[in-house]
């Protein structure tokens, strides 16, 4: 059974930072891509962040470029996203996704398939 499970949201406040996780199991880790998305109450499912499996080759959203870092650890099959400089605007529930293509972007355009349940992160202003 493939499984993503969200750790590390929570409440912070505007200019702080939080790190999330994304433990992954049920399926070869190296063999897929992993996105960050996010949804804000009333918005649309936003790519902001993946992760190629091909040669960890990252790539970003405009709206958190500068400001997230995205990483993996191939030994615990968990993907990071570092958020420092943290806005009210960011302020959304965290999801990560398996991307079966050897070059992610962070968009639904690519075909994500299978996706955590999510992880709450707000930021108070």
């Known amino acids: 059974e493939v499984r993503l499970v969200e750790s590390g949201g929570g409440l912070v406040q505007a200019g702080g930072s939080l790190r999330l996780s994304c433990a992954t199991s049920?399926?070869?880790?190296?063999?897929?891509?992993i996105g960050w998305f996010r949804q804000a109450p009333g918005k649309e499912r936003e790519g902001i962040s993946c992760?190629?499996?091909?040669?960890?080759?990252?790539n970003y959203a405009d709206s958190v470029k500068g400001r997230f870092t995205i990483s993996k650890d191939n030994a615990k099959k968990t993907v990071y996203l570092q958020m420092n400089n943290l806005k009210a605007e960011d302020t959304a529930v965290y999801f990560c996704?398996?991307?079966?293509?050897?070059?992610?972007?962070?968009?639904?355009?690519?075909?994500?398939?299978?996706w955590g349940q999510g992880i709450q992160v707000t930021v108070s202003s």
């Open positions: 992760i190629s499996n091909s040669d960890g080759d990252t």
């Open positions: 996704a398996t991307d079966p293509l050897y070059y992610c972007a962070p968009s639904l355009v690519d075909p994500y398939d299978y």
């Open positions: 049920g399926f070869i880790f190296d063999e897929y891509s």
